[in-house]
């Protein structure tokens, strides 16, 4: 859309042709004032219908481009709940350069429930802490935990660059859990949306030696072969951090030096601990060891570990 006239005189509205999405039919209201200022509208051009249409959130950006070149963005977002919806405001009186201005728009449609999904992968860390907490007080009701969420929508969930994650290591943490109640098939499903290149060596090692699901998801191991050998080989990811990535702290170490760290140190991990007092607790354990059998083992004084007698010679 463009509009013409003296920066000073300029006031007359304009209505945009329609544009249809999948759910519904639109047009921008343009009201351009004096000093070059603008009021921006869109508003639902949907006829008469008794079809029953989904809830949606929906999602709008416009670009105004002023006679110098100069872009001005902007962004809005609300629902829309039924046909005929009076219009919404998206810029109100507001000035963008001088006349003629030439004005682009991008709409966004989703489904109630989608827009849930992006709303979880928002707060996800916050839904992760406030199950922690409902368990630590015995809240037996977990009918809104993340953890219930179905596994298609979970991938969705952890595949968005909004997760609201400071590292990868949070969406291994949740899966250590999450991946208990699923079968291979949906195992393999979640596991796609992890960005394993963000991962950290010594986590990415210890939940493919420790955690089961993953151990046997044929797409982990295939996945993990080529992670590895892309950190020996000293390459670049392809794939773009999350938006919430906290600022990587640069790795002075090399690979090797890493993996070697990480297999030096391996035996004082968290799980080992667990195995370990869990066997030193129980009571009465016998360790027995069998040193030698023969008919020689009375004569301890000329009999070899391995049962043989030693027959000295005078």
């Known amino acids: 859309l463009k509009f013409k006239g003296s920066s000073s005189t300029c006031n007359k509205t304009l209505?945009?042709?329609?544009?249809?999405?999948?759910?519904?039919?639109?047009?921008l209201i343009i009201q351009a004032k004096p000093q070059d200022r603008l009021a921006l509208y869109i508003t639902n051009m949907d006829e008469f219908s008794t079809e029953v249409l989904p809830i949606i959130s929906i999602s709008v950006i416009v670009e105004i481009t002023d006679t110098n070149g100069?872009?001005?963005?902007?962004?809005?977002?609300?629902?829309?709940?039924?046909?005929?919806?009076?219009?919404?405001?998206?810029?109100?009186?507001?000035?963008?350069?001088?006349?003629?201005?030439k004005i682009r728009c991008w709409l966004l449609e989703a489904p109630l429930y989608s827009a849930i999904l992006h709303h979880s992968a928002v707060t996800f860390t916050d839904l992760l802490q406030e199950d922690h907490r409902?368990?630590?007080?015995?809240?037996?009701?977990?009918?809104?935990?993340?953890?219930?969420?179905?596994?298609?929508?979970?991938?969705?969930?952890l595949s968005l660059d909004e997760l609201s994650v400071p590292e990868e290591r949070i969406v291994i943490i949740f899966l250590y859990r999450y991946l208990l109640q699923l079968d291979s098939?949906?195992?393999?499903?979640?596991?796609?949306?992890?960005?394993?290149?963000?991962?950290?060596?010594?986590?990415?090692?210890?939940?493919?030696?420790?955690?089961?699901?993953?151990?046997?998801?044929?797409?982990?191991?295939?996945?993990?072969?080529?992670?590895?050998?892309?950190?020996?080989?000293?390459?670049?990811?392809?794939?773009?951090?999350?938006?919430?990535?906290?600022?990587?702290?640069t790795n002075t170490q090399s690979f090797t030096n890493e993996l070697l760290e990480w297999l030096v140190e391996s035996d004082h991990h968290e799980h080992f601990r667990i195995k370990l007092t869990g066997l030193q607790s129980i009571p009465h354990v016998l360790c027995v060891c069998l040193l030698y059998t023969s008919d020689a083992a009375d004569d301890l004084l000329c009999v070899d570990l391995g049962g043989r007698r030693i027959i000295k010679k005078k």
């Open 185 to 249: 098939e949906a195992v393999k499903t979640v596991l796609q949306s992890v960005r394993l290149e963000y991962v950290d060596l010594p986590t990415l090692l210890n939940t493919a030696r420790d955690h089961q699901r993953f151990r046997v998801c044929e797409y982990f191991r295939k996945a993990l072969e080529t992670e590895l050998s892309r950190r020996m080989a000293g390459k670049s990811s392809n794939t773009q951090p999350r938006l919430s990535y906290k600022t990587p702290q």
């Open 15 to 27: 209505l945009s042709p329609a544009f249809s999405s999948p759910y519904h039919k639109w047009a």
């Open 70 to 101: 100069t872009v001005y963005n902007h962004s809005e977002g609300f629902y829309c709940f039924e046909r005929g919806k009076p219009s919404a405001f998206l810029i109100s009186d507001s000035a963008f350069g001088s006349f003629p201005f």
């Open 134 to 157: 409902r368990r630590q007080m015995g809240d037996a009701n977990q009918s809104g935990s993340i953890y219930n969420v179905p596994p298609n929508d979970i991938k969705f969930v």
